[in-house]
């Protein structure tokens, strides 16, 4: 009678054959960032710092009150979306926002535009937990209209910040609208995910030109497809309904849209997304 091998002799010899047929596994659970709750301030952004301000505190007032981690404004919600402004008065209101994150112990995604070494950049400036300064993204894709006022960014496309790594965006870097710009679409989000970026915040000061909101929604969408990732929106609030609304998109669908008019500021969730290393 032949010896058989005993069962744990084969399974340890069949258990690394198996194992390297196998697709990798998907993360488990435990690897996956906890679920972000970010308040969006869809405010009016006018011409005057001053102006501002009490927008900005009002709405990190409500952050503080819904426990969020983090807080976005629109493209240039601080200074306001233009370049004459008091880079002085900026400066000294930033210091101040710095503060009221380390009061609230939240994240700011903020829009503002800012003068350094005698030129002019759209930015957004991501304040952490403590007050300190975690990035800065300078627009690249620029509008006609941007580029009579700002130099085109070259900041990275990718920071890290509380243990994520986020991509930010500022309006026509996403679009590329046909008529507003040259182009071509460097296609920055995908450039984002390929970075390793695991959510991508979209800071938004586009108007109310309603034939503009399927272009800009329908490519939101298509570019969070595209990212593997969500794109967080905030853009800034009108008296008529915006043509792009605040919210979070994830696969071709938003999962949370704000309402369209007026001023909004709500505390939403969004899900980091795991890359693989």
């Keep these: 009678m032949k010896k058989l091998f005993p069962i744990t002799v084969v399974g340890a010899i069949l258990a690394p054959l198996v194992a390297g047929w196998l697709p990798a596994a998907e993360p488990a659970p435990a690897d996956r960032p906890a679920v972000q709750r ?29 426990k969020a981690g983090w807080i976005m404004f629109p493209e240039g919600a601080l200074s306001g979306y233009h370049d004459n402004y008091d880079q002085v008065r900026v400066a000294a209101a930033l210091t101040e926002v710095m503060g009221l994150c380390r009061d609230a112990r939240l994240i700011a995604v903020l829009g503002t535009c800012w ?14 937990a403590d007050g300190k300064l975690a990035g800065r993204y300078a627009k ?34 996403l679009w590329v609208t046909p008529g507003f710009t040259d182009g071509p679409n460097p296609h920055l989000t995908l ?9 991508i915040f979209h800071a938004v000061n586009s108007g109310s030109n309603a034939k503009y909101r399927e272009y800009h929604e329908s490519n939101l969408k298509v570019r969070s497809a595209e990212a ?50």
């Design 38 to 66: 970010i308040t969006l301030a869809q405010i009016r952004v006018g011409r005057d710092v001053d102006d501002n301000l009490p927008r900005i505190r009002a709405a990190f007032a409500q952050a503080k009150k819904d």
């Design 191 to 199: 450039q984002q995910a390929r970075a390793g970026a695991q959510v």
């Design 140 to 173: 690249r894709c620029l509008t006609y209209g941007d580029a009579r006022h700002f130099k085109v960014g070259d900041t990275p496309l990718v920071h890290q910040v509380n243990g994520l790594k986020v991509g930010t965006l500022i309006c026509n870097d």
């Design 115 to 128: 003068q350094e070494n005698g030129q002019t950049t759209n930015e957004i400036q991501i304040i952490d």
């Design 228 to 277: 593997k990732c969500p794109i967080v929106i905030v853009n800034a609030a009108a008296d008529e309904p915006v043509n792009c609304a605040s919210g979070v998109v994830v696969d071709f669908e938003y999962v949370k849209a704000l309402p369209t008019k007026g001023e909004v500021v709500e505390t939403v969730t969004f899900q980091p997304v795991v890359r693989q290393r």
